[in-house]
């Protein structure tokens, strides 16, 4: 698969990967749609301390599309909250911080 991978500031090239494997409580996503925001452009220009924890990685963090799969076991749909949301056959990633007390944060994936 094609990804955009960051290697320092300032350098980030479109890359041929292998596929990941789904971990558990994860899904495979096949992005059909990306967004750039600030904190990408600050990532860009100087790095995330915890968005990228080593390089090269992959660069991005708001997108959404088809679900793949997911890992063998894992729960996949019911609320519509925590770090990914599966509407029938789609998923995108919730991009906001979790409060730590909500509904959502408390059931959530991890
Ligand atoms: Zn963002």
């Known amino acids: 698969m094609r990804a955009a991978m960051f290697y320092e500031p ?3 090239r479109m890359e ?8 558990p409580g994860e899904i495979l996503v096949r992005i059909g749609a990306a ?4 904190t990408d452009v600050k990532t860009f220009k100087r790095g995330h301390p915890t968005l990228i924890k080593e390089v090269p990685s992959p660069f991005g963090h708001e ?6 799969r997911s890992a063998k ?4 749909g019911g609320p519509a909250c925590g770090w990914w949301q599966q509407i029938r056959r789609r998923a ?12 959502c944060a408390r059931t959530s994936p991890s």
């Not at 997108?63 to 793949?68: A, H, K, L």
């Open 63 to 68: 997108f959404g599309g088809p679900s793949r």
């Open 35 to 38: 967004l750039t925001c600030g």
């Open 73 to 76: 076991g894992s729960k996949i």
């Open 16 to 23: 041929d990967v292998p596929e990941p494997e789904p971990g």
């Open 92 to 103: 995108t990633v919730a991009t906001t911080a979790r409060s730590g007390t909500s509904r």
């Open 10 to 12: 300032g350098d980030v």
